[in-house]
């Protein structure tokens, strides 16, 4: 049998099996085969990689964690996830079906989503569940990173939540970052850029992951925005510590200072606190407690959704 009538085979075994829910017993009778060979089948399709079997586990919360940051910070929501042992991947994962759900229950027709990009705003793309939804439209509030691994970037990730919720979708078709302030003002201006930005200032939510500017921990550096030597220098000049939509801040919230955030192409930190748009921050591990808090302590975003360990670690800080 060729490789690709035996993968097709394959396919309609496990499809069978998991999906329509058949016996081994009846798919045998199907294909007058023994019951021992459909189980042999099913674990050649496991072991080719054709069958991919997620558990989801039941989402387990540290709601006294979240009632000490709804009272210490005035947040709108705090989703904090208890991440026990899980790995730093599978933490993201859970934390973006933690995100997807808010969404999903909250986002209504003729809303407008702005998003960034980034890991952690990937994996709630990756988790949502079809909605339709009428005259949804999702914007990308950031620019893009034009290169790397597409799949977490803005134009991706706008489209891929735009299809969940059956919406259309805008792309601010620039770079994030520019080399000086004098290129920013110009692009800006630019009629499509323009268009995108005051789309973006009307959205009644924002979904924003919440980036480490240390320069082992920044998607800045992993994009090659930045090299390391040049992100530590302006973390000792500045005391940046975190980064929303590619603005660094401090760990009180602050970033006025930060001549940096003059050469991001998108929502300035100032527009973002300004709107009225609801401020879903992502983030976890307690390698990100000093940027969540400088963006919990800036008043940067309304709702929080992370993990246990980064708020121990966060509390203990402040």
């Not at 040049?230 to 929303?244: C, F, H, M, P």
């Not at 976890?284 to 400088?294: C, H, M, Q, R, S």
């Not at 940067?300 to 800080?317: N, P, R």
């Amino acid at each position: 049998m060729a490789d690709y009538e035996r993968l097709e085979l394959l396919a309609q075994v496990a499809e069978m099996y998991y999906i329509q829910d058949l016996s081994q017993v009846a798919i045998a009778n199907k294909f007058f085969f023994s019951r021992s060979k459909v189980s042999r089948l099913l674990t050649e399709a496991r072991e080719t990689g054709l069958i991919e079997i997620n558990i989801l586990h039941p989402f387990k919360r540290a709601s006294e964690l979240e009632n000490i940051l709804l009272e210490k910070y005035h947040l709108t929501q705090a989703i904090i996830l208890k991440s026990g042992n899980l790995s730093v991947g599978r933490m993201l994962k859970t934390l973006g079906r933690l995100s997807a759900k808010y969404l999903s229950d909250n986002l209504a027709d003729g809303d407008i989503l702005g998003i960034s990009w980034g890991t952690a705003v990937y994996e709630v793309a990756q988790a949502l569940q079809p909605k339709n939804l009428t005259d949804f439209n999702v914007v990308q509030i950031i620019g893009s990173i034009g290169y790397g691994d597409p799949a977490i970037d803005g134009p991706e990730v706008a489209r891929n939540i735009a299809e969940n919720f059956s919406g259309k979708y805008f792309t601010l078709n620039a770079p994030v970052i520019v080399k000086d302030k004098a290129t920013r003002d110009v692009l800006i201006k630019e009629r499509n850029i323009d268009k995108v930005i005051k789309k973006a200032i009307q959205a009644d939510y924002i979904l924003a992951g919440i980036g480490s500017s240390y320069p082992g921990r920044s998607g800045l550096v992993r994009a090659g925005y930045l090299q390391e030597d040049e992100l530590k220098s302006i973390n000792e000049q500045t005391g940046a510590v975190g980064d929303i939509c590619a603005c660094l801040f401090n760990v009180d919230g602050e970033y006025s200072d930060i001549k940096f955030n003059d050469r991001v192409i998108g929502l300035t930190l100032d527009e973002i606190k300004s709107i009225p748009a609801e401020v879903i921050g992502i983030a976890g591990g307690y390698e990100k407690a000093e940027a969540i808090l400088g963006a919990l302590k800036g008043k940067l975003i309304d709702t929080l959704i992370t993990d246990d360990k980064a708020v121990e670690k966060i509390l203990k800080i402040d």
